[in-house]
C-alpha cells in the first residue's frame, strides 16, 4: 500500500481538492427549478469558494444560459421496425461575463451522448437506465461547466485606469515596388 502511495504521488498524481475560480460571487441563469442548475449550485458549493447568488447585481461574474435540450435518437432498428437502440443527447450552451458585461466565456456549448440498448419485454428496466444516462451526463455537463469556470483568466479591475498614458507608434508602409521588382 505504501508502495503504491508513494508510486502514485511520485507521478503528480493527486487528488482533485477545492477548485480556486478567479470570481468570489456567480449568478446562476438557470430557472429556480433545474435539476441541472442545483446540481451546478451544489458543485460550487462544495467545491470552491465561490458563493453563488440569488440576485444578478451582486455577482462578479454571471452565466447566462442560452439554452438546454435533451434528445432521443433511434440508431437501429429490429427486423419489425421496432427501435432496437437509441442514442441519448443532451447539451448545454451557456456564456459567462461579468458584471460590466464583458464577456468571460464567450458562447459556449457542452454536450454528452450515450448509446443504450433497447428491449420491448424490459420496458420499465429500459426507462429506468435511460433516466440514470441522463442524470450521468447531467454530472458530466456539470464537471465540464466546472474546468471551464476554473479556466477563465482573473478579472480584470473593475474601472481601473492604467497610470501611464498611452501614446500611438507611427505606421511605417512598406516600400511600393512594381510588378516586374523596380521602383515606380
Known amino acids: 500500500m505504501a508502495l503504491a502511495t508513494t508510486a502514485l504521488s511520485a507521478c503528480g498524481f493527486h487528488l482533485r481538492g477545492a477548485s480556486e475560480l478567479p470570481f468570489k460571487t456567480i449568478f446562476l441563469g438557470f430557472p429556480p427549478n433545474s435539476p441541472f442548475g442545483a ?105 465540464q461547466l466546472l474546468r471551464r469556470l476554473a479556466s477563465v483568466q482573473a478579472l480584470p479591475p473593475s474601472a481601473s485606469v492604467s497610470s501611464s498614458p498611452v501614446t500611438a507608434l507611427p505606421v511605417i508602409a512598406p516600400p511600393v515596388t512594381a510588378s516586374d521588382g523596380t521602383a515606380p
Open 39 to 143: 446540481e451546478l449550485a451544489r458543485n460550487l458549493r462544495a467545491g470552491t469558494d465561490t458563493q453563488v447568488v440569488t440576485v444578478r447585481e451582486q455577482a462578479q461574474a454571471l452565466l447566462e444560459v442560452v439554452g438546454q435540450t435533451r434528445e432521443r435518437e433511434v440508431l437501429a432498428l429490429n427486423a419489425q421496425g421496432r427501435a432496437r437502440e437509441f442514442q441519448l443527447r443532451t447539451t448545454l450552451s451557456f456564456r459567462l461575463i461579468d458584471q460590466a458585461g464583458r464577456e468571460l466565456i464567450a458562447p459556449t456549448t457542452l454536450s454528452a451522448r450515450r448509446d443504450v440498448a433497447f428491449n420491448d419485454a424490459q420496458v420499465l428496466a429500459k426507462e429506468s437506465e435511460e433516466a440514470l444516462l441522463y442524470r450521468d451526463m447531467q454530472s458530466d455537463l456539470v464537471q
